[in-house]
């Protein structure tokens, strides 16, 4: 396609039509527009004018892409146009970028002829193609400051070769395309400036020190049982990655990191994932489907005193206590690209792991959803409204834009605001704030859920008066005073149940005490006529998370048992309904259903009722 400038030519009263403005334009100028396109296109545009006739020539900025595409796979045509722009170019012009994507249309020759030619010429900025066996001291340079290479079948030799020496080299992107290579120590000598480091579809070698490192992504890679030797390392991004059995001590060891980014896209066997890092600032929680945080095995506990930004892409098995924290974003968008393929109920027992998760974000200040979150938390709203709102230090709910508010239960409302009464609900277009009177009127108990007083982690004062606070220590650990009774007279009557919990952290214990209580509160809280399938089913997976932790609730456990025979008998209970509507006096049931009874509730009192799950299974406090 010809290209044409129209001249300078004036009208009758003088002004100019049709001016080649940007012809005059210093060549550094063009030269910066022409960076965004390819070489192809640049060298086109020597049929404008004079003017454009030798621009090519000088350009920085070499981008060989798009052989397909402008060649029509025509192999030797496009070799001859990169060797004809290496040829005919000005040789005074420095090169700062070449960009060398050729597969295996060129030789192996050639390329490393083009390489060299970048490097004498100051390239600052490399990315090449490698489909041959080549040598590393062919990138050798004083001025490269980021190199790129995407190795192809075939080039396998590139990782095991001679040395390099990259003095300036801040930025080293490694890709290992269509398999996984183990990369040699060769490819880390000689890196004293090295600040970022990409690698993906790689295994990484077993010694791994970079004293220099700043950032570091790993996608696609095996992770090295050796302790890394990273001492400034401030992020660090693993994406699809399979996480050594010391996966713990890799991230302790990491004292400076203030970013962190763990996307989980396989199984791991991984027994509990502990982030304790003292100066991490940001966290990042990703997951491609519901069934890839199914498969964690463990739990992933946060200690990290300062971190202020928790973001989760679906729903993980996350205990996170933490007292600084401000912004919390929770999506679930990408999670479900095949929903329909879930039965609901399914969906619905994920849906329900937010009970363990919110909790130890309790701190957050501001709380951000997507849609499908929010869908997600309707669908099991009647589930979440059985128990306290988690969020007690809420300033804003962000809600997706154009949400509509009239669609939030006042279930759902009471779950995430009942704890922060002064909170209010933001969306992109409009603020609504909440009010406690008229949007939680409908729910049990919730005056004096919203009377009952907080602590906020961290801070001095509730520190320093837990009593005020609504906070007590329980044998050193900082519960809801409401717990400590609870807590006392569990140890007294089951003594085994707290005997063997897993953690062996202070603070994760306390974590998972606070989660524990949460739980038998509500069970024991639950009135017997309202049981369903669907409610005993939604107790015993929260009954097998807390096993999986270490506590012994098999006396819950029976109970349920019991309350689902009960329920399933619809002829006693029917009875024992009209009975306790017209009667209080236990003896005026025959001995066959007293011993039913007893053998469901256990011993009773004449006048004990049976409203509760809970009924006569603690000691009174």
Known sequence: MEFRIRKKMRTGNGSVQGEDRISSLSNDLIHKILSNVDTRTAVQTSVLSKRWELVW????????????????????????????????????????????????????????????????????????????????????????????????????????????????????????????????????????????????????????????????????????????????????????????????????????????????????????????????????????????????????????????????????????????????????????????????????????RFIFMFPGLGNAKILTLDLDTVEALIAVSDFLARFPSPFYNLKFLKLPKGYQLSSLSGALKGYLLGGSPEASIVTGLTQYHFNPESDLVSLPGWKALLREPVARAGNAQASSSRETSGFRLWRGHEVKSVYVSLLERITKEYPDTLKHITAKVNVIQTMMLNVFCTTVTSYMNTAVADVTAAMITEYRALFSDLQRWGFDISWLVRRLNYVEELRNSKPLINELRAIFSRVHDMQTLSPEKMTEIHKAFGTMDAGLSLHFIGDNLLPSS
Not at 87 to 108: A, C, F, H, M, Y
Not at 238 to 256: I, K, P, Q
């Open 57 to 352: 020539k000088t350009l920085p900025f070499l981008k060989f892409d798009g052989y397909g595409k402008y060649f029509n796979r025509k192999e030797a045509q496009f070799s001859r146009f990169v060797d004809k722009v290496f040829t005919n170019r000005n040789d005074e012009s420095q090169i700062l970028n070449l960009e060398l994507n050729v597969k295996k249309v060129i030789g192996p020759d050639l390329v490393e002829n083009y390489v060299q030619s970048a490097i004498s010429h100051s390239v600052h900025d490399l990315h090449v193609d490698l489909c041959h066996t080549y040598s590393l001291s062919i990138f050798t340079s004083t001025w490269l400051k980021e190199l790129k290479l995407t190795m192809r079948p075939g080039s396998e030799g590139v990782l095991r070769s001679d040395c390099w020496s990259l003095p300036v080299l801040t930025n080293l992107h490694l890709i290992c395309a269509h398999h996984s290579h183990k990369l040699s120590m060769s490819l880390f000598t000689c890196l004293p400036a090295l600040e970022t480091l990409c690698l993906d579809h790689c295994y990484l070698p077993d010694s791994f020190r970079l004293p220099t490192l700043r950032v570091l992504c790993l996608a696609r890679c095996d992770m090295p049982e050796i302790v890394w030797h990273l001492p400034a390392l401030s992020s660090l991004e693993l994406d699809d990655v399979v996480f050594s059995a010391n996966m713990n001590e890799l991230l302790s060891v990491l004292v400076r990191l203030q970013s962190l980014a763990l996307s989980f896209r396989r199984k791991n066997k991984q027994q509990c994932f502990i982030i304790s890092c003292p100066e991490l600032l940001n966290l990042e929680l990703r997951s491609s489907s519901m069934t890839t945080t199914s498969s964690l095995t463990g739990n992933i506990v946060v200690m990290a005193p300062n971190l202020r930004s928790f973001s989760s892409l679906g729903i993980f098995p996350v205990m996170c206590g933490v007292s600084k924290l401000e912004n919390v974003n929770i999506k679930l968008r990408g999670c479900f690209k095949h929903k329909s393929k879930f039965p609901l109920e399914s969906l619905k027992q994920y849906y329900h």
